[in-house]
């Protein structure tokens, strides 16, 4: 991809990590046999901090992706129903 943003794929791989590390803690959490109450606070703590990074990679998706397959020459009703499909993927 030729319009990507270092910088935002910096941030996104960090976002990530910070999620990699909140999944570690629910592992330590249920060995230690935590409260369920703060293991699902985790887990929705976790399922936000994804929902937050997919928003951002729709946004490059819709930014970088699609201007760089438009600028390659696809046709641009194959580009926007495929930019459709995976954001509806998103509230599935």
């Given amino acids: 991809m030729k319009n990507v943003d270092p910088e935002e794929t910096k ?4 976002r990530l990590k910070t999620v990699q ?5 629910v ?8 409260k369920c109450e703060e ?5 929705v703590a976790i399922r936000s901090a ?3 990074i997919s928003v951002i990679v ?4 819709a930014h970088t992706c699609m201007t760089d397959a438009i600028e390659e020459g696809e046709d641009l009703q194959a580009v926007m129903n495929r930019a459709i499909e ?7």
């Fill in 50 to 52: 994804i929902h937050k």
């Fill in 11 to 14: 941030m996104i791989l960090t």
């Fill in 39 to 43: 293991i699902f606070l985790q887990l």
């Fill in 21 to 25: 590390g909140h999944i570690s803690g």
């Fill in 27 to 34: 592992e330590r959490m249920l060995t230690e046999e935590k």
């Fill in 58 to 61: 729709a946004q490059r998706y």
């Fill in 86 to 92: 995976a954001l509806l993927k998103l509230n599935q």
